[in-house]
């Protein structure tokens, strides 16, 4: 029988969870996205708050759903070798290609770029991401309780540090809000959905919903019922969280424009609204808090991803492992914020979709008897979109003209699909394919229930 949890042990795990997902480098996306947005900034919050808060928390809840063991589990419903894949490339992801490196840039932009002249710009972020990127490797290649214990005291300082900025921002503001930029003058909602993507949290949250299901577990609670209760009352608590703190920073990236410039990205925001507020003094505490976050969540992405990788191929050590993608981030840093920024859109514009359809699948899997050629149908229909998606965003980056045969598809899917040129013109031809190939198989089982689910696995 289930232990009966109290409002502290809700409190806990969702305290427990908003910090997992509350990385430093999350920071910046708000408050870029309210210097964009400006006038429009809560319709784009809207959005945001769909893809950077509700989507994660739908994500844990899948994987306590599902029964998975993982999301390697989950997602080899589709196919062992999909399975494999998709989740390799989710780790990457989340890991040595694009948000471990964000950690070091997002630290330097905010903690040492306003203190340094611009010409020492880029010999200054080698020199700090080298820093950076050694301590991270000593307390990878050694993890210990002492990275969870700064982790947990990180947490509720930078919400006391970035509480006081945001309340000095509500209370008097830095000036008004100013025009809509770009996709927010006229689509402000669905460019803060797909804003929200760069968060890259509800990618994480496939792989740290084993985490809080293992938690509640260790609190005696032990049914389907009781952990999928307790993960979403839970998931409610990091949800309100993180969704405060967004809108905050949000408000106050829209009322700096007037004092700080449209920035390129939102790190300067968070640095510069502290220097009008607190002076040098309080610049210096953001700096340095969020820079000993951002380590802390470097050496938690590192060691996932050396763990998960080592498991795959056990003749590579987890030490070379560690040092391959910790070499390998600190090349990508030094790219600069803005540019790991842009060359990681394509991958999201790509893999969130994916994502996405497979958290709907682990919630209907029950109603079309967990049968596989729902989802390998869902998620075909969904890549062969997503992947153009990708292919598209990426020429744009690069500021190259599509080839010919991509140009003719993306005329095609223009025509054809809605919501495509939003960026969800896989949505509609994803739930066609649930709902025909579900349909497909309850009429060919007849009613009966299927053998048992996974058989054909």
Not at 275 to 286: D, E, V
Not at 296 to 301: C, E, I, P, R, S
Request: proline letters at 4%; one cysteine or more; aromatic letters at 12%.
């Amino acid at each position: 029988m289930d232990s009966k949890l109290s409002m502290k042990a809700y409190l806990i795990i969702g305290t427990m969870l908003f910090a997992l997902f509350f990385g430093a480098g999350n920071l910046i996306f708000p408050a870029q996205l309210g210097q964009y947005a400006g006038e429009n900034v809560w319709l784009a919050m809207a959005g945001f708050l769909t893809t950077g808060v509700g989507l994660p928390l739908l994500g844990i809840l899948a994987i306590g759903f599902s029964k998975s063991r993982d999301l390697q589990d989950l997602s080899s419903r589709v196919h062992p070798v999909y399975g494999l894949l998709f989740t390799a490339a989710l780790y990457l992801t989340i890991g040595p290609f694009f948000a471990l490196p964000r950690t070091a840039a997002v630290s330097y932009e905010v903690g040492i770029v306003p203190f340094i002249s611009e010409g020492s710009m880029t010999v200054g972020l080698i020199v700090f991401s080298i820093v950076f990127f050694a301590v991270s490797l000593l307390l990878s290649l050694n993890p210990t309780q002492m990275v969870e214990s700064i982790g947990k005291f990180l947490a509720p300082a930078i919400l006391v540090v970035l509480g006081i900025l945001l309340v000095a921002a509500f209370f008097s503001p830095m000036g008004e809000a100013g025009p809509a930029q770009e996709g927010y003058a006229s689509g402000a909602f669905l460019t803060g959905f797909t804003e929200g993507y760069n968060t890259m949290d509800a990618l994480a949250s496939l792989v740290f919903g084993i985490i809080v299901i293992s938690a509640v577990r260790k609190m005696g609670v032990t049914s389907s019922k009781g952990i999928l209760r307790a993960t979403l009352r839970s998931g409610v608590v990091a949800a309100a969280l993180l969704a405060v703190v967004y809108s905050g920073i949000a408000f106050l990236g829209a009322t700096s424009t007037s004092q700080l410039g449209l920035l390129e990205t939102g790190g300067p925001v968070l640095s510069g609204a502290s220097s009008h507020y607190f002076g040098t003094f309080g610049a210096l505490l953001l700096a340095v808090i969020i820079t000993l976050a951002c380590l802390t969540t470097a050496v938690g992405l590192t060691v996932a991803n050396a763990e998960f990788f080592h498991k795959l191929t056990p003749g590579i050590s987890y030490r070379t492992y560690v040092f391959i993608f910790t070499v390998f981030s600190l090349v990508v840093t030094n790219a600069g914020l803005s540019n790991i920024i842009t060359y990681s859109i394509p991958v999201l514009m790509f893999l969130y979709p994916l994502a996405i359809v497979l958290i709907m699948l682990a919630f209907l899997s029950p109603l079309f008897h967990h049968s596989r050629i729902v989802y390998v149908s869902a998620i075909g229909v969904t890549f062969f979109i997503a992947i153009v998606d990708g292919l598209k965003t990426l020429t744009g980056s690069l500021g190259i003209a599509n080839p010919t045969w991509l140009q003719s598809i993306i005329d095609f899917y223009s025509e054809v699909l809605p919501l495509y040129a939003d960026g969800l013109g896989w949505l509609v031809p994803a739930l066609a394919a649930i709902i025909i190939s579900g349909v497909a198989v309850r009429l060919r089982s007849r009613g009966e229930a299927e053998s048992p689910a996974f058989t054909n696995r």
